[in-house]
């Protein structure tokens, strides 16, 4: 498949959130929140514009991605700056056609060019140790309780950079959005009727897996 890849334009925002939303509908919670998360981090000081990258086949938008600054903290108060990604996203009909790996490499390689020291996400290691992320636990890098979740996947950009852990992982404040602002923005798509699908089983599970 013959991709263009671009960065985000302002025209391009509704058809981004329409995208993330039909992309997520039903996956890990009846409905979604993706579009809306998607809505909001564009206006957030922690959104990297150059970051956020639309995949095309045929003058058409089928793919995004989308990053934020993060950052590692030690019990000493020393902190790593990092990056996290998330939304991504790819329309049902094109999905499983390397789209989403295609904007996770082309990403990757302008992470590096700017120098950036690493990658942390929150999802399936099925879907991304493939692009050489490990488990957080690798790098002694724990969530804000102390503990290593199942799904906390780290990629390094500047080798060794996480030596002098443990390390602490601080998502960005973006990504904390109310259920009410949710549902007043999702009256503005068409009507999808939420429902239960066997994904969401498998989300609740890996969400409160840890590490021993």
């Given at each position: 498949?013959?991709?263009?890849?671009?960065?985000?334009?302002?025209?391009?925002?509704?058809?981004?959130?329409?995208?993330?939303?039909?992309?997520?509908?039903?996956?890990?919670?009846?409905?979604?929140?993706?579009?809306?998360?998607?809505?909001?981090?564009?206006?957030?000081p922690?959104?990297?514009?150059?970051?956020?990258?639309?995949?095309?086949?045929?003058?058409?938008?089928?793919?995004?991605?989308?990053?934020?600054?993060?950052?590692?903290?030690?019990d000493?108060?020393n902190?790593?700056?990092?990056l996290?990604?998330g939304?991504i996203?790819?329309?049902?009909?094109?999905?499983?056609?390397?789209?989403?790996?295609?904007?996770?490499?082309?990403?990757?390689k302008?992470?590096?060019?700017?120098?950036?020291?690493?990658i942390?996400?929150e999802g399936?290691?099925?879907?991304?140790?493939?692009?050489?992320?490990?488990?957080?636990?690798d790098?002694?890098?724990?969530?804000?309780?102390?503990?290593?979740?199942?799904?906390?996947?780290?990629?390094?950009?500047?080798?060794?950079?996480?030596?002098?852990?443990?390390?602490?992982?601080?998502?960005?404040?973006?990504?904390?959005?109310?259920?009410?602002?949710?549902?007043?923005?999702?009256?503005?798509?068409?009507?999808?009727?939420?429902?239960?699908?066997?994904?969401?089983?498998?989300?609740?599970?890996?969400?409160?897996?840890?590490?021993?």
């Amino acid at each position: 498949m013959e991709l263009d890849l671009r960065t985000e334009e302002p025209k391009d925002h509704r058809i981004v959130e329409e995208l993330t939303r039909e992309a997520f509908w039903n996956q890990f919670v009846p409905g979604c929140d993706e579009h809306y998360l998607v809505h909001v981090l564009r206006g957030h000081p922690d959104c990297i514009p150059e970051l956020n990258v639309v995949a095309l086949c045929q003058n058409k938008i089928v793919g995004h991605i989308m990053y934020t600054r993060s950052k590692v903290i030690d019990d000493r108060g020393n902190n790593i700056d990092t990056l996290t990604f998330g939304p991504i996203s790819v329309l049902p009909a094109y999905q499983r056609q390397g789209i989403g790996s295609r904007l996770i490499q082309h990403t990757k390689k302008i992470a590096i060019k700017n120098k950036e020291k690493a990658i942390i996400i929150e999802g399936h290691p099925h879907n991304y140790c493939k692009h050489g992320f490990h488990s957080c636990k690798d790098y002694q890098i724990t969530d804000s309780s102390g503990r290593y979740p199942y799904g906390l996947l780290v990629l390094e950009l500047k080798k060794g950079i996480f030596k002098e852990g443990p390390w602490h992982y601080q998502l960005s404040p973006a990504y904390s959005v109310e259920p009410n602002d949710v549902a007043e923005f999702d009256k503005q798509f068409p009507k999808k009727k939420r429902e239960y699908q066997y994904s969401q089983d498998e989300f609740s599970i890996a969400v409160r897996a840890y590490l021993d």
